[in-house]
């Protein structure tokens, strides 16, 4: 592994189900997010997490949650997914915050 | 409330020519600001970073960036484009804890 990896690189889902991206960074960076990227919109914070133990709110937080059990790992969970969660989501790492983040090669998500 | 806006979002030149992206920043004190490209299907990358040392700031493949605090920008030049630099480009600001992404702007270059 060299650097951040996601999974699983695509996914069709049924509404309502539940679903967790992965995320895997080999880099020992402190801080971890994940972001959605949506035409004309950017990329919106989700969820962050400033160390291992601890995690934080976005922009657009509703129906994700997250959890950082180690430095490494940073899984995101829709519980129920829904149409309007249907995206890319891209995982990243800094060394710490509010510097250069590493991004991963994205989860494309559609939601039917 | 902070906020990041690329102002055009699709720019077109033609190969060999200069490439501006333009960017402006609204922020109560000196930000981190960064440009990141992606290329389709690609995640991000990192092309620069402005971090209070330099107010021209020199990034890979040819790309600069030079920050104007008076004008609160961080306009992203190129003295000549080249095909393969057609991609999408976001201007990123760093506040407190989180990055915040302009919308993006997405870069064609013409043969």
């Known amino acids: 592994i060299a650097g951040i990896t996601q999974a699983p690189t695509s996914q069709i889902l049924a509404a309502g189900r539940r679903m967790t991206l992965r995320c895997t960074q080999d880099m020992r960076h402190n801080a971890m997010y994940w972001y959605r990227q949506d035409l004309g919109l950017g990329l919106r914070l989700i969820h962050y997490?400033?160390?291992?133990?601890?995690?934080g709110k976005g922009e657009v937080p509703d129906g994700y949650s997250v959890s950082r059990a180690n430095t490494d790992d940073f899984p995101l969970t829709l519980a129920s997914a829904v149409p309007s969660q249907t995206s890319v989501y891209f995982c990243a790492s800094s060394i710490r915050l509010n510097t250069e983040a590493f991004f991963g090669q994205g989860t494309r998500l559609t939601v039917v | 409330a902070q906020s990041v806006t690329q102002l055009d979002s699709h720019v077109s030149v033609s190969e060999g020519t200069p490439v501006l992206l333009r960017c402006n920043y609204s922020s109560s004190y000196s930000p981190s600001l960064f440009w990141y490209v992606q290329h389709p299907n690609k995640g991000l990358q990192l092309l620069l970073k402005?971090?209070?040392?330099?107010?021209l700031v020199k990034g890979i493949n040819g790309f600069e960036a030079e920050f104007k605090k008076s004008e609160t920008s961080f306009h992203l030049t190129k003295p000549s484009a080249h095909m393969s630099d057609a991609a999408e480009y976001f201007c990123?600001?760093?506040?407190?804890?989180?990055?915040?992404f302009g919308a993006g702007t997405i870069l064609r270059v013409k043969s």
């Open positions: 997490s400033n160390t291992a133990g601890t995690t």
């Open positions: 402005y971090t209070s040392a330099a107010t």
């Open positions: 990123v600001v760093g506040y407190g804890n989180k990055l915040v």
